[in-house]
């Protein structure tokens, strides 16, 4: 569904779930006397067990609690997949309500209904404090870092002219921000404003909200469907709580602003789900708010067949352009596995070695392995989806780093 959850256990792109009464299975909901609130132990900063910061659905919990005049209890439950979570939460009567669903219809579920939308999201752009950055193609000149499988990384795929490197968390594109090794990039909002927030070199850079159809969405409450006295209750707190639910925000850092519109981007395939940013942003697969895991908009073949027909889109003019291109392509399709650039601390996947490992035969070796795979490495078959020209820019790129 929606958020960003990496080495930081964060949030790609929300676990807490909040409300309810104590009714008996498929009985109408009475008021309760206690307010359970399911959520993820481990997902910040929308969600913890344990330290002095709580998280925002936390906070929004014990707030709603205050206003209904009811004590808050929490059912723990990790959240990488929200459908299975919610099951075996809410639907389950273990608790009574879920925070950080899609607010739009896009995204739905058998048996649980949703309350007002309580909070906006989106991703955004880190880029540093003097850079000018009125519309996206000022980025064309920039080395752009973009996190694997994203709305943005599939967006940037069919687009010319953009310099980008995937990374595989949101750990290693902040840590490339921070060594200089890209010049801005693109990340899940309340992670990027929370994590920088909590940096020493948060004074370098400024987090800029996305707005345009594939980045951006709201969150709302989702309850049992019978469960609609007690969703109209916490709608009339959430709404007198609205200007505290914002101080929440701005505390755990989500990005606020004039944001910066990618309206003329689109997916290729269109959308996979309808819901907002939090659900009618098109993320459409088990990632998503409860699992603090940012937006995916397309399934992993589609990525690789984006990044296909992106580059046989660009024409070989000569070896340097093909160098870029192949460049642009092993970064798009491969660096989540091999890393930016080829350059991997895991051993056995740095290609900067292949010339070392395999002799003057190494461009034979790299070629069958991509047509035909390693299963045993856990490397795919890239035949069908990369054409022999494609091949051959990868190669020609990867002659470039041999050490």
Not at 85 to 94: E, G
Not at 127 to 149: C, H, N, T, Y
Not at 233 to 250: K, Q, T, V, Y
Not at 305 to 331: H, L, R
Request: a neutral charge; one cysteine or more.
């Amino acid at each position: 569904m929606v958020f960003n959850r990496g080495p930081f256990r964060i949030g790609a792109m929300l676990a807490a779930c909040v409300a309810g009464a104590l009714t008996l299975v498929g009985a109408p909901a009475a008021q309760a006397e206690t307010l359970r609130v399911c959520a993820d132990p481990d997902n910040m900063p929308f969600s913890s067990n344990t330290g002095d910061e709580r998280g925002i659905y936390i906070e929004i919990a014990e707030k709603v609690g205050e206003k209904l005049s009811m004590p808050v209890e929490y059912v723990w439950w990790l959240t990488y997949k929200t459908r299975r979570a919610l099951r075996n939460t809410v639907l389950q009567n273990d608790c009574d309500a879920v925070f950080a669903l899609p607010a739009g219809k896009g995204w739905g579920m058998r048996g649980l209904i949703r309350t007002d939308a309580f909070l906006h999201y989106s991703y955004a752009l880190i880029a540093p404090k003097d850079m000018k950055v009125e519309k996206l193609s000022d980025l064309k000149s920039k080395r752009i870092g973009v996190q694997f499988q994203t709305n943005p990384h599939v967006l940037l795929s069919t687009q010319e002219g953009y310099d980008y490197n995937t990374m595989l968390t949101a750990d290693e594109l902040l840590e490339a921000l921070h060594e200089g090794a890209v010049d801005v990039a693109f990340l899940w909002g309340p992670v990027a404003g929370y994590e920088l927030s909590r940096r020493a070199d948060m004074g370098r850079w400024r987090v800029i909200p996305l707005a345009g159809p594939e980045v951006e969405g709201s969150v709302a409450a989702a309850l049992r469907s019978d469960h609609e006295a007690l969703r109209e209750r916490i709608n009339g707190a959430l709404a007198e709580l609205a200007p505290e639910i914002e101080a929440i925000g701005r505390k755990y850092g989500l990005p606020s602003g004039e944001p910066l519109r990618i309206d003329d981007w689109a997916l290729p395939y269109g959308p996979r789900g309808a819901a907002g940013k939090a659900g009618s942003t098109g993320q459409g697969s088990e990632a998503g708010p409860a699992s603090g895991q940012a937006p995916v908009a397309v399934a992993e073949a589609d990525t690789k067949k984006v990044a296909a027909q992106a580059a046989e889109a660009k024409p070989q003019v000569d070896e340097t352009a093909m160098i870029d291109s192949g460049k642009v392509k092993f970064n798009d399709v491969c660096s989540h596995c091999h890393g930016a650039n080829g350059f991997s601390p895991v051993r056995i996947r740095d290609l900067r070695r292949l010339k070392s490992r395999y002799n003057d035969d190494w461009p034979n070796v790299a070629r069958t392995t991509i047509m035909e795979g390693r299963n045993e490495y856990g490397m795919p078959s890239w035949r069908g989806t990369l054409s022999e020209p494609q091949i051959d820019e990868i190669l020609a790129f990867l002659k470039t780093i041999q050490k």
